[in-house]
């Protein structure tokens, strides 16, 4: 079965820094990837999608990801973390010949300033 | 741009009650997904619909079902409510051919006491 794991429930960087937040699927076939961000008591909004092609993605705010097969990763990156990127990061993986996402555990970011 | 439409946002009931959550997808989306997500948790899949027929259907329980309209619309009925129902209820609306992309509604937030 499909799984997600985010190994860090809590990550706390300094504003201005590098960010990286970690996500590992399990999977047999190559995975669409995702990542999605929530603020508190808001909605999912989609960050970066990774279906096929070029390994690194791009996607909005500022935000990069890349899939390494290898290691069944899809890390999300941010060169400079601003304040307002303090939420709730969630990793999911679509699979399989239904059409359901799974979810990761999430990860907390928060940033000081 | 249009974006998932959900109502009501916020909903408290009494246990033993019923609720009826709607969603009114992203024009041409045909696709509606429910999930839901307990206080500090991911978010779990529910059951979605493509062209008003059930396509998948995950831990949904028996008492909650749901439907989707000749308008795209869908509609999540939950009956004997229970405590552990009070969670954040997303809809999410995709296209055909899109797969996997799922865009998220502000969710629904109910409450039951």
């Known amino acids: 079965a499909q799984s997600v794991t985010q190994p860090d429930i809590h990550i706390t960087v300094s504003e201005g820094a590098s960010l990286e937040l970690r996500c590992n699927y399990s999977?047999?076939?190559?995975?669409?990837l995702f990542w999605y961000v929530q603020s508190p008591g808001q909605g999912l909004q989609l960050l970066l999608k990774?279906?096929?092609?070029?390994?690194l993605v791009q996607g909005i705010k500022g935000f990069e990801a890349e899939f390494k097969r290898s290691q069944s990763s899809f890390n999300l990156r941010k060169p400079s973390v601003h304040w307002s990127d303090a939420a709730e990061y969630f990793c999911a993986v679509g699979a399989g010949n239904t059409d359901k996402l799974i979810f990761g555990t999430g990860t907390r970011l928060q940033v000081f300033p | 741009a249009a974006g998932v439409i959900q109502s009501p946002r916020h909903l408290i009931k009494e246990k033993r009650e019923t609720a009826t959550l709607k969603c009114y997808p992203i024009?041409?989306?045909?696709?509606v997904y429910w999930y839901q997500q307990g206080p500090g948790q991911d978010p779990q899949f529910l059951i979605s619909f493509y062209e008003k027929m059930q396509s998948d259907k995950g831990s949904i329980p028996d008492r909650f079902s749901a439907q989707q309209f000749s308008d795209y619309h869908s509609e999540l009925n939950m009956s004997s409510l229970e405590l552990g129902d009070s969670a954040l209820y997303f809809c999410?609306?995709?296209?055909?051919?899109?797969?996997?992309?799922?865009?998220f509604g502000p969710g629904t937030r109910l409450t039951v006491t």
């Open positions: 024009p041409r989306h045909d696709t």
């Open positions: 999977y047999g076939a190559t995975p669409y």
């Open positions: 990774y279906f096929s092609g070029d390994t």
């Open positions: 999410a609306s995709g296209e055909t051919g899109n797969s996997y992309e799922q865009y």
